[in-house]
């Protein structure tokens, strides 16, 4: 019998990019099945709270050629090993955009293979186009009128659109993207 290899890609998708679906498919050529897990995390302050985030991935990825990986999208509030290991998942996926990532995920590793050495990172380099995609990046553009149709799906395009219309018509400041 075949052991199944199962993988969790974590991350806020806050909202979830082009670049994010990019790591998904590409992970689908290296696992059995894949647990997007969607971090709660509302310390940072997300744009679309957990249930919306959740509701966008599962839209992505059903449109997805899995290469006959199944995927399931969670979301987790726990240790991403706690996450892991409930999860039966033997990889957690990272996906690398600049060298800048690296050494944030390289300690992350580290620290996650102290916690439980039975699950192995594997990191995949982004695909050159989307390098230079992030979420936050990916909202301030938006939230200041620029074109993101390059950047996330035309369905995403159209929830952070509608989403920054109503913020703009309430007067909501709070949500502001700040950069350094």
């Given at each position: 019998m075949v052991k199944k290899r199962v993988g969790v890609y974590p991350g806020t998708f806050d909202p979830i990019t082009n670049g994010h679906t990019d790591i998904i498919q590409r992970a689908t050529h290296i696992v059995d099945?894949?647990?997007?897990?969607?971090?709660?995390?509302?310390?940072?302050?997300?744009?679309?709270?957990?249930?919306?985030?959740?509701?966008?991935?599962?839209?992505?990825?059903?449109t997805m050629n899995t290469n006959g990986t199944t995927i399931e999208v969670r979301s987790f509030e726990t240790l991403l090993m706690?996450?892991?290991?409930?999860?039966?998942?033997?990889?957690?996926?990272?996906?690398?955009?600049?060298?800048?990532?690296?050494?944030?995920?390289?300690?992350m590793a580290g620290m996650n293979a102290r916690l439980n050495p039975n699950v192995e990172t594997v990191f995949l380099m982004a695909s050159?186009?989307?390098?230079?995609?992030?979420?936050?990046?990916?909202?301030?553009?938006?939230?200041?009128?620029?074109d993101i149709r390059h950047f996330v799906s035309p369905r995403v395009a159209e929830t952070l659109s509608v989403r920054f219309a109503h913020e703009a018509n309430s007067g909501d400041s709070s949500k502001r993207v700040q950069t350094r």
């Open positions: 099945h894949l647990i997007v897990g969607v971090a709660r995390n509302d310390g940072k302050g997300p744009l679309f709270n957990t249930e919306e985030r959740l509701q966008q991935v599962r839209a992505e990825v059903a706690h996450f892991a290991v409930e999860s039966g998942a033997s990889l957690i996926i990272r996906g690398l955009r600049a060298v800048s990532d690296f050494e944030y995920e390289f300690q050159d186009r989307h390098q230079f995609i992030s979420s936050r990046f990916v909202k301030e553009i938006g939230r200041l009128g620029g």
